[in-house]
């Protein structure tokens, strides 16, 4: 008798102890999430370049900006290495921009200041293109 009373307290106790450790590791996983996507947020990557030409409308109601002599502001992944040679051309919508967009505005040699989350989405084409998905603000620069 006292060696099934001995067992069912040792199963008890390794499932208590078993339950305990899994709670602890799923908020452990919660907790690295929320400093992740912290991190992503502060080191969003920030440049200025000058436009190349005029903005461009296409037919899905993106515009298009093809930038050149891009400088890097805050660059922590480094990808304006990307940009050196040929420029960058950014497919943005109109909510991405920070005031309301005005084509006239967005005239050829005006200075253009934009904001990248993270490590954007690029196409390996010449000049590099970046979707609007991996853009999160589009300004006039000074």
Known sequence: ??????????????????????????STQESTTASSSAEVASDASVFTGVLAEEATTSADGSIQLKLTDVEAIN??????????????????????????????????????RFTLQGMPIMTMSIPPQIPGNSIQTVELGK
């Open 75 to 112: 660059d922590p992944e480094e990808i304006s290495k990307s940009f050196a040679n040929d420029g960058v051309i950014l497919n943005v919508s109109e909510e991405q921009f920070a005031a309301s967009f005005d084509a006239n505005d967005y005239k050829t040699g005006a200075i253009v």
């Open 1 to 26: 008798m006292k060696k099934i009373i001995f067992g069912i307290l040792l199963s008890l106790t390794t499932l208590t102890f078993l339950s305990a450790c899994g709670e602890n590791k799923a």
